[in-house]
């Protein structure tokens, strides 16, 4: 299994991550994905016991999440996992996403950090976009996700190609969820425990948050337009 | 005889046609842009001389005051323009980063390459 963790100027936090993550008992391969960071992301990383891969200038998450899948893909790994760079998401807590895709039960775990609120709360705001997207996603496409914008998951191959297929470049969680649904992958969610940012500083605010909750929710209503305009075609075919 | 105003849209439209023209000869102006500038540059003259069509035009529409149809067709163009040219710029960052990605992958698999190569010990 590789581990990707998108950072863009995390130098304060990521060496303490991939760290923890290779003392795991059974540790995964680090790939940092450096989103054009101007401090010393990269060196910190590699310094760590990290691969990087070194995105040319500032890309946005989510090409910098499909990167890292690409280069997972490519060099033949079973399950392709993914963390924040900031260090929120505790590496002992990907066994049990693992654990779900290794047993067959899912092509994407979620790491959920409402299904049994443990640990660290992210603020009111983020916490009602979230809830906001869940029902949004259980009305739209009929999905049942609790944490649809979680940054941790462990995907297989065949969750992974679809994501390496097409991942939107900002704020991607939701859509990607609805592209692995509509692909007829299996998702799953298991609760995980949130920490306080190590370091660094989150690229979310306020106004970016409201920004962010408009975007993906008229993205989610013209998906599910273009689904519905996709199965008349089909069966008119 | 043409009008003075007429005179003014017609030199007008001649310095922004001959601006766009220069634009594409010195290949500053790519060919999936240049035509739609070239229209909206000719646009000025052909209404500047043909007026009488389009005043026929604005009364059969029931706009009273004639001009304004000159106005909404100028907005209507405004908007075409930068709808389109919005569409261009977003297959561009869509490029744009399927390169970036394609270039850090390849840089990554060329590191890889140089650190077998290595002599180890």
């Given at each position: 299994m590789v581990a990707v963790l998108p950072?863009?100027?995390?130098?304060?936090?990521?060496?303490?991550?991939?760290?923890?993550?290779?003392r795991l008992d059974d540790p995964p391969d680090v790939l940092v994905v450096d989103d054009g960071s101007t401090d010393d992301t990269a060196q910190v990383a590699a310094h760590a016991g990290a691969r990087v891969l070194a995105l040319p200038f500032n890309c946005g998450i989510g090409a910098t999440v499909q990167a890292g899948v690409a280069w997972g893909l490519e060099r033949g790994y079973s399950l392709i996992a993914r963390l924040d760079g900031d260090g929120q998401h505790d590496p002992h807590t990907l066994s049990a996403l693992v654990a779900l895709v290794e047993a067959d039960r899912a092509d994407f775990a979620l790491g959920s950090r409402y299904l049994q609120k443990k640990g660290f709360q992210s603020t009111l705001m983020r916490r009602l976009g979230s809830h906001w997207f869940a029902l949004l996603l259980r009305a739209l496409s009929g999905l049942r996700i609790t944490d649809p914008t979680s940054g941790c998951w462990?995907?297989?191959?065949?969750?992974?190609?679809?994501?390496?297929?097409?991942?939107?470049?900002?704020?991607?969680?939701?859509?990607?969820?609805?592209?692995?649904?509509?692909?007829?992958?299996?998702?799953?969610?298991?609760?995980?425990?949130?920490?306080?940012?190590?370091?660094?500083?989150?690229?979310?605010?306020?106004?970016?948050?409201?920004?962010?909750?408009?975007?993906?929710?008229?993205?989610?209503?013209?998906?599910?337009?273009?689904?519905?305009?996709?199965?008349?075609?089909?069966?008119?075919? | 005889m043409l009008e003075l105003y007429q005179w003014v849209a017609v030199v007008a439209s001649g310095a922004a046609t001959f601006l766009v023209v220069e634009l594409i000869r010195r290949r500053r102006i790519q060919h999936v842009l240049w035509l739609p500038w070239l229209f909206a540059a000719l646009v000025p003259a052909v209404l500047g001389v043909w007026i009488r069509p389009w005043a026929k035009l604005a009364r059969f529409l029931g706009i009273l005051y004639?001009?304004?149809?000159?106005?909404?067709?100028?907005?209507?163009?405004?908007?075409?323009?930068?709808?389109?040219?919005?569409?261009?710029?977003?297959?561009?960052?869509?490029k744009n980063l399927v390169l970036a990605q394609e270039l850090a992958l390849l840089r990554s698999r060329f590191d890889e390459a140089n650190r077998r190569r290595e002599p180890t010990g």
């Amino acid at each position: 299994m590789v581990a990707v963790l998108p950072a863009y100027n995390e130098a304060s936090s990521i060496g303490t991550l991939v760290a923890e993550l290779v003392r795991l008992d059974d540790p995964p391969d680090v790939l940092v994905v450096d989103d054009g960071s101007t401090d010393d992301t990269a060196q910190v990383a590699a310094h760590a016991g990290a691969r990087v891969l070194a995105l040319p200038f500032n890309c946005g998450i989510g090409a910098t999440v499909q990167a890292g899948v690409a280069w997972g893909l490519e060099r033949g790994y079973s399950l392709i996992a993914r963390l924040d760079g900031d260090g929120q998401h505790d590496p002992h807590t990907l066994s049990a996403l693992v654990a779900l895709v290794e047993a067959d039960r899912a092509d994407f775990a979620l790491g959920s950090r409402y299904l049994q609120k443990k640990g660290f709360q992210s603020t009111l705001m983020r916490r009602l976009g979230s809830h906001w997207f869940a029902l949004l996603l259980r009305a739209l496409s009929g999905l049942r996700i609790t944490d649809p914008t979680s940054g941790c998951w462990v995907a297989n191959r065949r969750a992974a190609a679809v994501l390496r297929a097409e991942y939107a470049s900002d704020y991607p969680e939701v859509d990607s969820l609805i592209r692995l649904a509509r692909s007829g992958c299996r998702i799953r969610e298991e609760p995980i425990a949130m920490r306080a940012r190590a370091g660094g500083r989150s690229s979310i605010d306020a106004v970016r948050a409201i920004y962010y909750m408009i975007k993906v929710t008229i993205a989610l209503v013209i998906g599910r337009v273009e689904e519905r305009a996709g199965g008349s075609a089909g069966g008119d075919a | 005889m043409l009008e003075l105003y007429q005179w003014v849209a017609v030199v007008a439209s001649g310095a922004a046609t001959f601006l766009v023209v220069e634009l594409i000869r010195r290949r500053r102006i790519q060919h999936v842009l240049w035509l739609p500038w070239l229209f909206a540059a000719l646009v000025p003259a052909v209404l500047g001389v043909w007026i009488r069509p389009w005043a026929k035009l604005a009364r059969f529409l029931g706009i009273l005051y004639q001009p304004l149809l000159l106005v909404a067709l100028a907005s209507l163009l405004s908007f075409a323009m930068l709808l389109y040219l919005s569409v261009v710029v977003s297959s561009l960052i869509r490029k744009n980063l399927v390169l970036a990605q394609e270039l850090a992958l390849l840089r990554s698999r060329f590191d890889e390459a140089n650190r077998r190569r290595e002599p180890t010990g």
